[in-house]
């Protein structure tokens, strides 16, 4: 089908609580923001637009990053989830018309540009393509970043189903698996989150 036109949608409002290091956008990462670095890879990838989701420590991280290429889109909601962050990211991104949304997150620091652009070669209208990677007994497991058709992102937003508190995409996703197709991208990315602190390995 080619790659459609895309808006990136970068969720990163939450507080990394857990990590107890600020704002999962302002982890290091080679000497410069994490969120930096995402909105990098999403550019070099095709994405035409990024919608940059914020919430936690969001004047912190206007001031201390460099948000160039991206546009920031505040959640003043973000402490109820995030479900609350999708919503606001892909209700913007729709506006913008483009014939695919891509939802990434920012605490993937091993999401590459050959992987979003793996994506969304593989975009079809109305379905869903998730990013998928193998786990250690060899099985492909779904995770992001996740493009959805302009027409299914709609649907998401229309359907309410993504408004219990931090559900995100998951639970329409859920709902509608006969629209989601897994591309393998383990050859070309690290789909692990920065979740813990044992995780802080990854931004090495």
Same mark, same amino acid.
């Given at each position: 089908?080619?790659? =459609?036109?895309?808006?990136? /949608?970068?969720?990163?409002?939450?507080?990394?609580?857990r990590?107890?290091?600020?704002?999962?956008a302002?982890?290091?990462?080679?000497?410069? =923001?994490? !969120?930096?670095?995402?909105?990098?890879? $999403?550019?070099?990838?095709?994405?035409?637009?990024?919608?940059?989701? #914020?919430?936690?420590?969001?004047?912190?991280i #206007?001031?201390?990053?460099?948000?160039? %290429?991206?546009s *920031?889109?505040?959640?003043?909601?973000?402490?109820?989830?995030? %479900?609350?962050?999708?919503?606001?990211?892909?209700?913007?991104? /729709?506006?913008?018309? *483009?014939?695919?949304?891509?939802?990434a997150?920012?605490?993937? *620091?091993?999401?590459?540009?050959?992987?979003v +652009?793996?994506?969304?070669?593989?975009?079809?209208?109305?379905?869903?393509?998730?990013?998928?990677?193998?786990?250690?007994?060899?099985?492909?497991? &779904?995770?992001?970043?996740?493009?959805f058709? &302009?027409?299914?992102?709609?649907? +998401? #937003?229309? +359907?309410? !189903?993504?408004?219990?508190?931090?559900?995100?995409?998951?639970?329409? $996703?859920?709902?509608?698996p006969?629209?989601?197709?897994v591309?393998?991208?383990?050859?070309?990315?690290?789909?692990?989150?920065?979740?813990?602190k044992?995780? #802080?390995?990854?931004?090495?």
């Amino acid at each position: 089908m080619g790659e =459609p036109a895309t808006t990136a /949608v970068l969720l990163a409002a939450g507080a990394g609580t857990r990590l107890g290091r600020g704002p999962k956008a302002l982890l290091p990462f080679h000497g410069r =923001p994490l !969120v930096e670095h995402q909105i990098r890879v $999403l550019l070099a990838g095709g994405c035409r637009d990024v919608l940059v989701v #914020l919430g936690a420590g969001s004047t912190r991280i #206007l001031a201390e990053a460099d948000l160039a %290429g991206a546009s *920031p889109v505040l959640n003043p909601d973000w402490p109820h989830g995030m %479900g609350t962050s999708y919503r606001q990211g892909m209700a913007a991104a /729709v506006q913008l018309r *483009p014939s695919a949304v891509l939802v990434a997150l920012v605490d993937q *620091p091993g999401l590459t540009a050959a992987a979003v +652009s793996r994506l969304r070669s593989s975009w079809q209208p109305g379905r869903i393509a998730a990013a998928g990677y193998r786990d250690g007994d060899g099985r492909l497991r &779904r995770g992001h970043p996740v493009l959805f058709d &302009r027409s299914i992102a709609v649907r +998401s #937003l229309e +359907s309410g !189903v993504t408004g219990g508190q931090d559900t995100g995409a998951r639970a329409f $996703l859920a709902s509608h698996p006969e629209l989601v197709d897994v591309t393998d991208c383990s050859d070309l990315a690290d789909g692990r989150d920065v979740d813990t602190k044992a995780d #802080l390995v990854l931004l090495d």
